[in-house]
Structures are given as structure tokens and as C-alpha cells.
């Protein structure tokens, strides 16, 4: 049997090193036992997103990758010359070649993209956000990313092979802008389920209630400190741990909340972990919340995060926006509740307090969700049959 590579991918717009939700979907779709020794994976990655890299090129967990900068008008230029010689040098001669390009197309990659389909690569893009619901923007560079984005999308048929999508807003959205011209998919959030072992819980002293992710308007962080400030009101026996890395901007306004809630001193804000330190305190904690907003945005996305807590086999509380439903039914799988609803939040937290049986009874259930629709190796070996097809 030729056990040679059959594909040279090529990953733009995310780092599949940072540890964040977008590097995470990659890996888990990319580097599986489905794509073992089947697939050459290489990263070009923008500056802002090179976190945890210390030099610019190099090779890290059997990855090739290049972090380009274009922080402005100016450098976006180098960052086009280099990122189309890093496309040229990472072709392959023996492979089908494949860019894998996290989200549009927009100002930083479209000449990329236009190369690398030019000189024989397949394009496929996996969209996780509806950009014409964007309103936060860091600076002008941002702006100009998400408006060039939006003004691109009727490029997509022409340029790419394929778009997968992550929720059904998306998929039906891309479907209409593609028009039968290349195929469109739904690959949804996707969960590594052997990182989560299943261990029976004993009531603890101290009941976990655990956050991770951006914190970000869309995330709902505001009603989630609120509601844990009630709680621990009425309860000593709980602690809020909050984890995932957020811009300046949303730091600041995290540490507003914090400054104003009166149960700071029990909310454990660990920062940025690594992978195994994450994972370890994930499968410590006994609560889950997933409290998105019920804005356009956040309805149009599908938080990837939950995967993962309904993978731990204890109880998740999330709001109802978007797929979430579609996958969820309160009371048996998870607790559904109100988007930034402070009153149902605290409800459902205290409920699960007063009857820590449903932590596990619920919890047992949710994996069985996350086991039957957002197994990793499942989706992965559907990108599989996506990259033979195209």
C-alpha cells in the first residue's frame, strides 16, 4: 500500500499554534489519525496571530509555517511578496495541492489566494462568522478587513473549490452566494472526545463553575459575572474559573467587570493556558456556561467552546441562540436559558447546585451529544472526502 502523501496543505488566516478556538478547529479537522501520514501541513500565519512562535520560520509540531506582517498598508505589501513565496516553495510536485483558508477573502489574502489558484492549488474556505454583523473594530486596518470582506464574498465561486461552513446560518448564506457554482458544506463545532476521560464525579466541597474562550460583547461575560455574583450571595461553596486569551480592549473591559463585582475574590481568571494545563483544568471543573448574547452575531456562529464542555460528561448551561437548540434540549442534555437573562443564569446555576446529581445525570447526556454529532474524527474524515473530491 503507497502510504506516500496524498495532500500538501497550505493554512492562512489562523495559527494552528495558539491555542484559541480557530487553531483548535483546525488541528482537530487536519491533524488526526484520519490525515496520518496522508497530508503535508504548512501555515502561513499574519503577526497579530503568531502567538507562542518565537521566530518567524521555522518548523513546530511537524508543521512548516512563516509569520508575515501586515500590520499596515505599507508592510501588507512585504507580507503579500513573502506569503506568495512561502505558497511557491510549500507546492508540491507529488501531492494535490490544497490552501486552507480560514474565513473570506479580504484586503491581506485575495492576491494570495489568486496566486496560489493560478498555479494549480485548490481553494478551500471554512467560514465560522457572518462578517456584515461585525461592529467591534480594533483600529482602521481592521475595518478595512471586514468591509473588503463583505465587498469579496461574491468572489468566492470564482476563486475557490469549496466552502464549509460551521452553522446552518452560514451554510444556508454561502449556499445562496455560491449558486450551485462550487458545493457547500456543513462541518460544525468538532471535539478531540479523548481528551475528556469519563470519570464519575464526587459531590465536591467546592463546586467549579468554569468559563473559557474569548471575551468578546458576542460572549455574554458581563451577565455571567452578575449572575455568579447572586449566586455566591446565597452559596460559599463555589468559585467562577475563567479562562482564554482576549484583545486589550476586552481585557480592559473583563477587568471592569471584575473590579465592580463583589465576588472578585472567588473568581479565578487563570489566563492563557496551554493546551495540557487547559484540558486539565477543564476536566477538573463541574459547571460549564456558554452564555452567548443574542445578537446577529453571536446567532450566526456556533461557539466552538461547547463542544468541548458537553465532552467533559458534566452538566452545560447555554444560552439559546443560534444551532445551539438544534442540538440541545433543555433539561435533558444541557440547561437552556435566556440570552442575558442574569435571573435564569443564577436559576440554573443554583438548581444545579441543590441537586449536584443532575451535574452528572445531564452531563452524561451532553457527551452523548458531543459523541454523536461533533466527534472530530468524524468531520475530519468528511474534509477528507472534500479534499478528494475537488
Not at 31 to 43: A, G, P, R
Request: some cysteine.
Amino acid at each position: 500500500m503507497d502510504s506516500s502523501p496524498k495532500f500538501n496543505v497550505v493554512v492562512i488566516g489562523v495559527s494552528c499554534f495558539d491555542g484559541m478556538a480557530s487553531s483548535i478547529r483546525v488541528r482537530n479537522l487536519l491533524d488526526t489519525e484520519i490525515f496520518k501520514n496522508s497530508v503535508i501541513l504548512n501555515n502561513l500565519i499574519y503577526k497579530v496571530d503568531a502567538h507562542g512562535l518565537d521566530k518567524k520560520r521555522g518548523v513546530q509540531k511537524g508543521i512548516t509555517f512563516l509569520v508575515v506582517n501586515a500590520s499596515s498598508i505599507l508592510s501588507l505589501f512585504s507580507a503579500t511578496w513573502q506569503g506568495i513565496g512561502f505558497i511557491r516553495k510549500s507546492k508540491s510536485k507529488s501531492c494535490k495541492n490544497i490552501i486552507y483558508n480560514y474565513q473570506y477573502i479580504d484586503i491581506k489574502n485575495i492576491l494570495l489566494l489568486l496566486y496560489a489558484r493560478l498555479v494549480g492549488y485548490k481553494i478551500v474556505f471554512d467560514i465560522v462568522e457572518d462578517n456584515k454583523y461585525y461592529t467591534t473594530f480594533v483600529n482602521l486596518k481592521s475595518k478595512l478587513k471586514i468591509a473588503t470582506s463583505i465587498k469579496f464574498l461574491k468572489l468566492t465561486p470564482r476563486i475557490g473549490h469549496h466552502v464549509i461552513t460551521i452553522s446552518h446560518h452560514l451554510l444556508t448564506m454561502m449556499t445562496k452566494v455560491c449558486s450551485d457554482k462550487i458545493s457547500v458544506s456543513l462541518i460544525p463545532i468538532t471535539v478531540n472526545l479523548d481528551r475528556f476521560p469519563i470519570e464519575s464525579m464526587k459531590t465536591p466541597t467546592t463546586f467549579k463553575i468554569f468559563y473559557g474562550g474569548s471575551f468578546g460583547l458576542k460572549d455574554g461575560i458581563e451577565y455571567l459575572i452578575k449572575a455568579f455574583g447572586k449566586l455566591s450571595e446565597k452559596n460559599k461553596n463555589v468559585e467562577l474559573v475563567m479562562t482564554g486569551r482576549a484583545s486589550e480592549e476586552d481585557f480592559q473591559t473583563l477587568k471592569g467587570y471584575l473590579g465592580e463585582s463583589d465576588a472578585s475574590e472567588i473568581i479565578n481568571h487563570l489566563g492563557f493556558l496551554d493546551d495540557d494545563l487547559y484540558y486539565e483544568t477543564l476536566n477538573t471543573c463541574h459547571i460549564f456556561c456558554m452564555t452567548r448574547t443574542n445578537s446577529k452575531f453571536a446567532n450566526a456562529g456556533f461557539p466552538f467552546k461547547l463542544g468541548e464542555f458537553l465532552a467533559t460528561g458534566k452538566a452545560v448551561i447555554a444560552t439559546k441562540v443560534g444551532d445551539i437548540p438544534n442540538y440541545l434540549k433543555h433539561g435533558k442534555n444541557a440547561l437552556l436559558i435566556t440570552p442575558e437573562s442574569v435571573s435564569e443564569l443564577e436559576k440554573a446555576l443554583q438548581y444545579l447546585l441543590n441537586n449536584p446529581e443532575k451535574i452528572t445525570a445531564i452531563g452524561k447526556e451532553g457527551r452523548l451529544v458531543a459523541e454523536k454529532n461533533f466527534d472530530t474524527y468524524s468531520w475530519s474524515s468528511r474534509l477528507k472526502d472534500i479534499f478528494e473530491s475537488i
